[in-house]
């Protein structure tokens, strides 16, 4: 899959993680997109989505879809609860 998704019902219908990352001090955390969809809506885009880091506390992060990679072996991979805003 090549094109760019823009909304988090996108990424739902294809079984997409998110992956979240604290632009201060680099913390990752990986949502399902079903999940925020749920949460935020369907047509939400990935712009317009602020999550809050659990390490300092600012709304900072840089939000990337990417396909689930299910024939490798995840570790320490943490999937965080959405947080509505
Ligand atoms: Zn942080």
Redesign the pocket.
């Known amino acids: 899959m090549t094109r760019t998704l823009k909304t988090l019902g996108e990424a739902a219908r294809h079984g997409m993680l998110v992956r979240v990352t604290?632009r201060?001090?680099?913390?990752v955390g990986f949502f399902i997109a079903s999940d925020l969809a749920t949460v935020n809506g369907h047509g939400r885009t990935f712009k317009s989505l602020k999550f809050r880091?659990k390490?300092?506390n600012?709304v900072d992060c840089e939000v990337m879809p990417f396909e689930d990679d299910r024939d490798r072996v995840h570790t320490n991979r943490v999937i965080w609860r959405p947080t509505r805003f």
Not at 24 to 27: L, P, S
């Open positions: 604290c201060k001090c680099e913390k880091c390490e300092c600012v």
